[in-house]
């Protein structure tokens, strides 16, 4: 999923964005983050910005059949 400008200036008004139809996304306000570390709000955001490998001709069978 990539951050449209329209998603990022909901993020900073704090407003909820939809992710992909599944849930609606709180961001985090500025005193949770320092409570809960810098390093892992940013691993919550590198978990739900992670998007699935596409599979390829030039990929093994195994992993290609894994990734399909």
Known sequence: ??????EILKFQRGTPVD???VCLVYPMKIGEIIDN???????????????KP?????????????LD
């Open 54 to 66: 596409v599979a390829t001709d030039t990929q093994e069978p195994e992993l290609k059949q894994l």
């Open 37 to 51: 570390g810098y390093s892992n709000f940013e691993k919550y955001l590198s978990i739900l910005m992670t998007e």
């Open 1 to 6: 999923m990539n951050l449209t400008d329209d």
């Open 19 to 21: 992710f992909e139809g």
